[in-house]
């Protein structure tokens, strides 16, 4: 069975330690998987060290897959940005709602699995 996704993007609220520490443990879990994992640049220094972040754009341009860590206003700013390329976005909650976001921070490795494996539904604007 071919890959769903390839290249994914990290995408989280800066300066923020929770969203720090779920972002730490997606990039060690999608490395491990064998991804190749691009980081928002605002939130790369502890995870990848400046020289191996991208932008926004970079992401929408390289990656198949976007997690947004943080809250609902995160992820309406990142999709804005990425609604532009075709990337599925999806979301971990960190902030106070979490009506857009999807996973739960201590727990997303299963649901990220499925998603992975292709086993999801999208929602696409009409």
Not at 19 to 48: M, S
Not at 106 to 117: H, I, M, P, S, T
């Given at each position: ?25 997606l ?21 990848v ?9 970079e ?57 992975l ?10």
């Amino acid at each position: 069975m071919a890959q769903v996704f390839n290249n994914i993007g990290l995408i989280g609220k800066p300066n923020h330690k929770g969203a720090a520490i779920t972002l730490a443990k997606l990039h060690t879990f999608l490395t491990a998987l064998g991804y190749q994992v691009y980081v928002e640049n605002r939130v790369a220094e502890p995870l990848v060290g400046e020289e191996f972040s991208s932008s926004l754009v970079e992401i929408g341009r390289n990656c198949d897959l976007a997690i947004v860590v943080g809250g609902d206003g995160n992820m309406l700013g990142a999709a804005r940005v990425l609604a532009r390329f075709d990337i599925a976005v999806i979301g971990v909650n960190r902030g106070n709602l979490g009506f857009l976001t999807d996973l739960d921070p201590d727990n997303f490795e299963r649901e990220l699995e499925q998603v992975l494996a292709g086993k999801f539904s999208e929602e696409r604007p009409p």
